[in-house]
């Protein structure tokens, strides 16, 4: 019996708006900023527009992409609420799948912009063992106060004790495949920013994403208990926002890229790798076929990194130890160097920077679950 199950940063899968670039450039759409507007009311107009004009071959791209993955059960970040993800299934989805993602689950997390994380479930696998919803929870509440998370790093940042640890949430969900149990943690981390303080990105917001994944770790041991957590059929999926080890990228297109791999000496994720609490199965690939985005922030700064996980339950990982994801690539913009061997045929009408599927990459694993 068994079950794929895959994660999915969409990347703003939205249904309004955005008019906060005509007084804030740093998030105002670079087209946008060719030309010359008069007032409020015109870029309001022209964002329609331009929203309009680039939604439908993204949104193509990002169907294909998820069509490609193959998977019984969706884990996706960056949902603006449940209606977007029904109008983006009804209209793109469906034409590529059919009958695909009847069942769909998400909350009202923290995130200013209101992106959300959300769980999508096919009736059935592709074997036919049925996958029965039991329950979901929300753990967007949670305060570092309540956990006794709140450190001096986060004080630093402005971060005060009883306000809420995720940017998003630890959306909680059970379900049963042909009554197997199964808990799905689906997570979407703060991002890393730009630099602040004399620090980069990463660096600065470092401590928000240890407290958050201190927390996930917690909500799953008060869940399973310490003594049994190593037992059960768990996951977490999600965007972490932060790497172990990057790629990084020498070198041009015309005379050649070069690619390094290279660790990192702290990473968030390390709190729920620790001590075996659970297993990153992506790095069961080779070290330079793990990275799931391309970061860049001009020809001096250029890395391929993992930032989007499946992390097993011990007993899931036992289970299911010749496991191998798969990183669904082919929605990726040419402008992504790949090492040697792995590149990919790009979806139809994938743009130098954009269209593209998403910045992010799908991950996919098929799980034993018997």
């Not at 630093?156 to 009883?162: I, P, T």
């Not at 190593?230 to 080890?245: A, F, P, Q």
């Not at 269209?355 to 098929?366: F, I, Q, R």
Request: hydrophobic share 35%; glycine share 8%.
């Amino acid at each position: 019996m068994s079950l794929r199950i895959a994660t999915f940063n969409v990347e703003n899968l939205m249904n309004r708006f955005d008019y906060s670039g005509f007084r804030n450039e740093l998030r105002q759409d670079r087209t946008l900023a060719l030309f010359e507007i008069k007032n409020e009311a015109e870029y309001r107009l022209l964002e329609q527009a331009r929203t309009i004009a680039h939604a439908d071959d993204t949104r193509q791209l990002t169907a294909l992409a998820i069509a490609a993955a193959r998977a019984d059960i969706f884990c996706l970040q960056e949902v603006d609420n449940l209606e977007a993800l029904q109008a983006f299934e009804y209209g793109y989805l469906f034409k590529m799948i059919g009958q695909g993602y009847r069942q769909k689950y998400t909350t009202s997390g923290n995130d200013a912009r209101g992106i959300d994380v959300a769980v999508m479930l096919r009736p059935e696998t592709a074997h036919g063992q049925p996958i029965e919803f039991v329950r979901m929870t929300s753990h967007a509440h949670v305060t570092y106060a309540d956990f006794g998370l709140h450190t001096p790093e986060l004080s630093a940042l402005g971060e005060a004790e009883n306000e809420r640890i995720f940017r998003r949430d630890c959306l909680e969900i059970d379900v049963t495949i042909a009554g197997q149990p199964l808990t799905i943690y689906s997570v979407h981390f703060k991002s890393m920013g730009s630099p602040r303080n004399g620090l980069d990105g990463r660096e600065a917001t470092m401590p928000i994403r240890l407290a958050e994944a201190q927390a996930v770790r917690r909500i799953i041991e008060d869940r399973f208990g310490k003594d049994h957590v190593g037992d059960k059929h768990w996951v977490i999926c999600g965007d972490l926002n932060d790497y172990r080890e990057r790629v990084l990228i020498k070198g041009e297109a015309h005379g050649g890229y070069a690619f390094e791999p290279v660790g990192e000496e702290q990473s968030s994720v390390n709190v729920l790798l620790d001590g075996g609490f659970c297993e990153n199965i992506v790095e069961r690939r080779p070290v330079l076929d793990r990275w799931t985005l391309y970061h860049t922030r001009g020809p001096q700064e250029r890395h391929l990194c993992q930032l989007d996980y499946i992390l097993l339950s011990p007993a899931l990982a036992r289970h299911n130890a010749k496991a191998i994801p798969e990183i669904v690539r082919g929605g990726q913009p040419w402008r992504t160097p790949f090492p040697p061997g792995q590149e990919v045929e790009r979806y139809p009408r994938t743009g130098w920077d954009r269209p593209k599927a998403s910045d992010h990459c799908p991950v996919a694993v098929t799980l034993d679950m018997g």
